[in-house]
């Protein structure tokens, strides 16, 4: 069982940055890809990036390639996600998630547990 808590999130300007974060229960986070997922009003839930176990792989929508970045650190049980020129678009609420596959996985439906949810505003 994981426990998976969001936070970082909250309301910038077009352009600006935020850092997310999701701290995981438990002593097996190592185990899991972790990933972040966001949904915005009237929207289904979609994939933003995910990252491999070890830290070593990552992957992107294209809709944040090159501007968002997902890490971890292991020994903190955290995953973040650092947002960089951040677009009205990107408004939305940001949920992290744990699947313990081998190989990333881009669907949701992979993914075995869930946290709350943070949500990210950004104002034009």
């Known amino acids: 069982q994981v426990q998976l808590v969001e936070s970082g999130g909250g309301l910038v300007q077009a352009g600006g940055s935020l850092r997310l974060s999701c701290v995981a229960s438990?002593?097996?986070?190592?185990?899991?890809?972790m990933g972040w997922f966001r949904q915005a009003p009237g929207k289904e839930r979609e994939f933003v990036a995910a990252?491999?176990?070890?830290?070593?792989?990552?992957y992107y929508a294209d809709s944040v390639k090159g501007r968002f970045t997902i890490s971890r650190d292991n020994a903190k049980n955290t995953v973040y996600l650092q947002m960089n020129s951040l677009k009205p678009e990107d408004t939305a609420v940001y949920y992290c998630?744990?699947?313990?596959?081998?190989?990333?996985?881009?669907?949701?439906?992979?993914?075995?547990?869930w946290g709350q949810g943070t949500q990210v505003t950004v104002s034009s």
């Open positions: 438990g002593r097996t986070f190592s185990r899991y890809n």
């Open positions: 990252i491999s176990w070890s830290g070593g792989s990552t």
């Open positions: 998630a744990a699947d313990s596959a081998r190989i990333i996985r881009v669907g949701q439906t992979a993914y075995n547990y």
